[in-house]
């Protein structure tokens, strides 16, 4: 799942603040439950590899890909 939101975030090119795009949007696209995907962004956050702005999310590390 980690590398699934990873993979989206880079290819709608939310690689920046200025990209950043709404986690709705990258949950709807994976077809995830709402409550897992939240775990999952969390730990994401957590760890830096994703960050947020504004209530969005972006790709911060890409050389985790």
């Excluded at 939101?5 to 949007?25: D, F, N, Q, T, Y």
């Excluded at 995830?32 to 969390?42: C, D, I, K, T």
């Amino acid at each position: 799942m980690k590398q699934a939101i990873l993979h989206e975030l880079k290819k709608r090119g939310a690689v920046s603040p200025m990209e950043a795009v709404s986690p709705e949007v990258i949950q709807v696209s994976l077809a995830v439950e709402p409550a897992q995907f939240a775990a999952v962004l969390s730990e994401l956050t957590d760890f830096e590899q994703v960050g947020m702005v504004a209530g969005e999310i972006y790709l911060r590390d890409t050389s985790c890909l």
